[in-house]
């Protein structure tokens, strides 16, 4: 669900300061340079070893040789200092010889000017990393109250990993090092959200989180009243401080929630799987929404014999009506997000108990069908787990050499297969993130000499498991769609999609669909072209429960895009009989227009 892509670079305003509190509804234009920097006049004698400088600087800068790239950064900025690239690598530089304050003024000339620059190892790809870059100089310098300044500005620039200040992120769990010798200080406490929990009643605990959330709703996500008015959202955060006393901690962790739901869009969740209060429960069984219904295609050990069932009722309440309720607690940009997550949430007890679809404090019944029998089962539950949404799993009774092709390594983040019969290369993005053994490049690279060596006349791009990554290593498997078109003009071009296509997968899709003519195969995305996007981390003090807001508006098409979802041009939806089959009829499809 996490993905990294550039932003515009704050300028003379961010330098100056913006404070915490001054919160606008709508954040997207926020960051915009100034341009009030004044041109200076160019030094560079020789432009093209200027340039032959630049490139060997940043290949440098990207295999982290900081001592071989410090000198050549300090001359080129020397002979031309309107590149705010060449400053940020020079800023990296200072900072990784531990000239903390030659970093500074290095970093506070790149966010001047602005930069678009990826790929460096512990890097800032954007403005507001880069502040808290100059926060950590600032820090190890000794300086405190300016480390503490440029993280605020960093906060108020919409930061989004303000858990890993003080080491309460899921991926670091002890504050930050250039902030050691201040963690106890009571100014660095207020930036990084640590209030203390030892010496306050469970209900003021309470209290704390959701004025928390509050807080950090209204400072992250950049357009949290898109879809509510502030003051209708404040009624219900009001509403629910009034009620913690009487409501367990699973019920209160159910009614923030509920306060996500309202923000109306993706990227927005609340996971209670690792906190230290409210934790939620889960049904043994992985649901999915087909169309003709709601079916078991994953177990526990204890019930694998309930996969292929449908659902018809949970509890006393029918299925339709359930899938319903569940979508006031989830935050989505389509309804075909709402087939995606739906199933999941239903599969979360205090969910169902806080949508009344099984009553509070009863346990779970399921009516099942399977082979024209009606049954129920009062499944056992356990505790939550959560390593990203549920994909389609792979069917347990059919062995590797019977699986379809779109289920054989959905759980690679990309991999290929030709179909020399076919003169067809069908390839699957699974996941927007470099393997270990082979970059996204490389893998570009060697599907492009397949296609050139085996004759390729349809490249077929299977997106249907991808729901984002880090969008900043996608432009060479773009590239190589229109490579694709340029060298087979008569080939056809597929590009298969559906409902858990979404985040940096859906860049995929939207930008291929821009410079290419592909035949979109499956069902619509889960997503718009242009729409609130990214995911910032917040966990909440007392708690401890983690969960993201979308910080960040995405223009990935033309702006005046309103697509609600990218639709298919060969509509083609799985039913739960085709699946259990194991049958495949979308590719199936493309096959049959291939010969």
């Given at each position: 669900m996490l993905y990294t892509s550039g932003c515009v670079l704050l300028g003379a305003l961010l330098l100056a300061g913006v404070s915490v509190n001054a919160v606008a509804q709508n954040k997207a234009t926020e960051m915009v340079n100034q341009a009030d920097n004044v041109y200076l006049a160019s030094q560079v004698k020789k432009p093209?070893?200027?340039?032959?400088?630049?490139q060997q600087a940043v290949q440098f800068a990207q295999q982290a040789q900081w001592p071989q790239a410090k000198p050549l950064l300090e001359k080129l900025t020397k002979q031309y200092k309107n590149d705010g690239a060449t400053w940020y690598l020079l800023g990296l530089a200072y900072f990784n010889h531990k000239q903390w304050l030659d970093a500074v003024s290095a970093f506070e000339q790149a966010l001047s000017l602005g930069y678009r620059l990826t790929g460096i190892p512990d890097g800032a790809s954007t403005a507001n990393d880069l502040m808290v870059k100059l926060a950590q100089a600032y820090g190890f310098a000794g300086e405190q109250s300016k480390a503490i300044e440029w993280l605020n500005k960093a906060l108020a620039a919409r930061w989004d990993d303000k858990p890993k200040l003080a080491g309460r992120s899921l991926f670091s769990r002890d504050t930050m090092a250039a902030f050691k010798s201040m963690e106890n200080s009571e100014a660095f406490k207020r930036a990084a959200g640590v209030?203390?929990?030892?010496?306050?009643?469970?209900?003021?605990g309470w209290r704390s989180d959701l004025a928390y959330l509050y807080a950090e709703i209204q400072r992250l996500h950049v357009?949290?009243?898109?879809?509510?008015?502030?003051?209708?959202?404040?009624?219900q955060v009001d509403a629910l401080d009034k009620r913690i006393p009487q409501l367990s901690d699973q019920q209160i962790v159910f009614g923030f929630m509920q306060l996500i739901g309202l923000l109306n869009n993706g990227h927005n969740i609340l996971i209670p799987a690792w906190g230290a209060q409210g934790n939620f429960t889960q049904l043994p069984v992985q649901f999915y929404l087909f169309n003709d219904g709601l079916y078991i295609v994953a177990a526990s050990d204890d019930y694998q014999h309930l996969i292929g069932s449908k659902v018809e009722r949970i509890g006393e309440l029918a299925v339709d009506k359930a899938i319903?309720?569940?979508?006031?607690?989830?935050a989505r940009d389509n309804q075909m997000q709402q087939s995606w997550l739906a199933p999941y949430y239903l599969s979360l007890v205090p969910v169902l108990h806080g949508l009344d679809i099984v009553p509070a404090e009863q346990a779970v019944?399921?009516?099942?069908?399977?082979?024209?029998?009606?049954?129920?089962?009062?499944?056992?539950?356990?505790?939550m787990r959560f390593g990203g949404f549920p994909k389609l799993p792979k069917l347990p009774k059919l062995r590797a050499s019977e699986l379809p092709t779109y289920l054989k390594h959905n759980d690679r983040p990309y991999w290929h297969e030709h179909f020399a019969e076919q003169s067809l290369l069908y390839v699957q993005v699974n996941d927007v993130r470099n393997r270990k053994d082979v970059s996204l490049a490389e893998f570009s690279t060697q599907l492009?000499?397949?296609?050139?060596?085996?004759?390729?006349?349809?490249?077929?791009?299977?997106?249907?498991?991808?729901?984002?990554?880090?969008g900043s290593i996608t432009p060479p498997l773009i590239a190589l769609t229109a490579f694709f078109e340029l060298y087979k003009?008569?080939?056809?071009?597929?590009?298969?999609?559906?409902?858990?296509?979404f985040s940096a997968g859906h860049?995929?899709?939207?930008?291929?669909?821009?410079?290419?003519?592909?035949?979109?195969?499956?069902?619509?995305?889960?997503?718009?072209?242009?729409?609130?996007?990214?995911?910032?981390?917040?966990?909440?003090?007392?708690?401890?429960?983690?969960?993201?807001?979308?910080?960040?508006?995405?223009?990935?098409?033309a702006p005046e895009d309103h697509r609600i979802w990218v639709a298919p041009d060969l509509p083609i939806e799985l039913s739960a009989g085709d699946y259990f089959a194991g049958k495949d009829p979308a590719l199936a499809a493309i096959f049959s227009l291939s010969h």
């Open positions: 093209t070893d200027y340039l032959r400088d630049k209030i203390d929990t030892q010496n306050i009643s469970r209900d003021a357009n949290p009243f898109h879809s509510i008015s502030q003051a209708d959202f404040k009624a319903e309720l569940v979508g006031s607690i989830n019944t399921l009516t099942l069908r399977k082979q024209d029998e009606q049954f129920t089962v009062t499944p056992s539950t356990r505790a492009r000499d397949i296609i050139i060596s085996n004759d390729i006349n349809s490249l077929v791009l299977d997106l249907r498991h991808n729901s984002g990554g880090n003009p008569q080939g056809k071009l597929f590009v298969m999609v559906g409902r858990n296509t860049d995929i899709l939207v930008k291929v669909q821009a410079i290419t003519n592909p035949i979109i195969v499956g069902e619509p995305s889960a997503t718009r072209p242009n729409t609130i996007g990214e995911s910032g981390w917040f966990n909440l003090p007392y708690s401890r429960q983690h969960g993201l807001l979308s910080s960040q508006f995405h223009q990935t098409s």
